[in-house]
């Protein structure tokens, strides 16, 4: 029946009864019009609404999410700026009601003049979610060190290789300048011995990032895993994270062994000066130095450590050049490197297949007899690195 056919039945029922029916029946008739007038309508608006946004949050995926990027900030509660609450403990997602978060951290500069760090970025990128499985508690916090020009190129890129990918995760933009200014202040010192030429320019900072992250980036990251863009992946990313539960109380910095007598060379004059020393020889019981594709970096205990900090004071840092007569250009490589010589607890040492370097350049300028001692790596590849711009084979 309809409202209309109702309130004509009732008029005419009112015209034949006493005063206090007709008000009984005017009750009655408004109830019934506000029922299919308000009640009738709100109740279908209200249902068909709900049954809408459960739709829209059950079909949501990642991308849906998380495209929305975010620009890092230097403190903050969060370094996207949200206030979801969440945490970055290792692999312990005990606490059901928080978030676990993971933290990875890669340089994206000066992109947008380079078609070469464009393709590397892209190779990174696309093996790394190809292979990356967390579960629904667990976000992929993606930080990129960039310039504007590039945080563009990087966007558009990172919105075609991201799309769809089975897990939560978060893009942050860093600003380099902001990083840099804070960086200066506290490795200007080292600069001279671990950069190429003069060594003090200012922009050469940020080839330093990961020796001071503890003291750049919010103590609300605890652990966080700096990436150069000239990575392939092969395994699960979420499983190198596993590696800090592996480190030794005293240890600071996970980091696999330069695959290449890099630091043989570099030693030459106090490896001359100590003919029984370790420092410099090939693994699996010489010191064959660091290389820093891939670092772990127990920001925590970066900041906690008593020693590691006061390596970082100028007056040290110049001690230990001295006495290992080292004159370096690879920036934070070179630098725990060397602390690495005098203090090999602070560092856990990676297994090859976590950075299976490809570079082969000094078996060709005069190490040729003894390369292989130092680039043998067995085991499942987990991760391949291409450095000295080497190219990565294809599947």
């Known amino acids: 029946m309809t409202t209309q056919r109702v309130l004509a039945s009732l008029m005419a029922r009112l015209s034949n009864m006493r005063s206090y029916q007709c008000a009984l029946l005017l009750v009655a008739a408004l109830a019934v019009c506000a029922f299919y007038y308000f009640g009738a309508e709100r109740e279908n608006f209200s249902s068909t609404t709900k049954r809408i946004k459960e739709n829209q949050v059950a079909q949501a995926t990642s991308s849906d999410l998380e495209l929305s990027f975010s620009d890092g900030r ?19 997602t005990s ?8 933290h990875l951290l890669m340089m994206f500069t000066k992109v947008e003049r380079n078609q070469g760090l464009r393709e590397k970025f892209q190779v990174a990128i696309s093996s790394l979610v190809k292979y990356a499985k967390f579960e629904a508690s667990e976000v992929l916090n993606l930080h990129f060190l960039t310039d504007d020009p590039s945080k563009e190129v990087g966007k558009m ?18 600003d380099v300048s902001a990083f840099t200014e804070k960086l200066f202040p506290i490795v200007e010192a080292m600069q001279k011995h671990f950069s190429a030429g003069s060594g003090t320019y200012y922009s050469d900072s940020i080839f330093f990032l990961s020796v001071a992250m503890h003291r750049i980036m919010p103590k609300e990251i605890p652990r966080i895993i700096q990436l150069d863009l000239d990575l392939k992946y092969k395994a699960n990313i979420r ?45 699996p019981e010489g010191l064959p130095g660091f ?3 891939v670092m772990l970096l127990n920001l925590d205990a970066m900041r906690q450590s008593r020693l590691y900090n006061q390596l970082l004071e100028p007056k040290v840092v110049s ?26 607890e602070l560092f856990h040492v990676l297994e090859c297949v976590w950075n299976r370097q490809l570079c082969t350049w000094w078996r060709d300028h005069g190490y040729s007899d003894i390369f292989d001692l130092y680039n043998r790596c067995d085991g499942h590849i987990k991760i391949l690195h291409g450095n000295c711009n080497t190219p990565i084979p294809e599947e």
């Open 291 to 293: 290389n820093s594709g």
């Open 95 to 102: 606490n059901r009601g928080m978030a676990t978060d993971y």
């Open 319 to 344: 001690h230990l050049a001295e006495k290992y007569h080292f004159k370096g250009h690879l920036g934070d490589q070179d630098f725990f490197t060397m602390i690495g010589m005098e203090h090999p």
């Open 239 to 283: 499983e190198l994270f596993e590696e800090f539960d592996n480190f030794m109380h005293t240890a600071v910095i996970g980091i696999a062994q330069e695959m290449q007598p890099v630091y043989r060379h570099t030693f030459w004059q106090f490896r001359r000066e100590n003919p029984k020393t370790k420092v410099g020889d090939p693994p």
């Open 74 to 92: 230097l403190g903050g509660s969060n370094i996207d700026g949200s206030r979801t609450p969440s945490k970055t403990k290792g692999l312990d």
């Open 157 to 174: 890129v990172l919105r075609e290789l991201l799309q769809g990918v089975p897990f939560k995760y978060k893009v942050i933009f860093h």
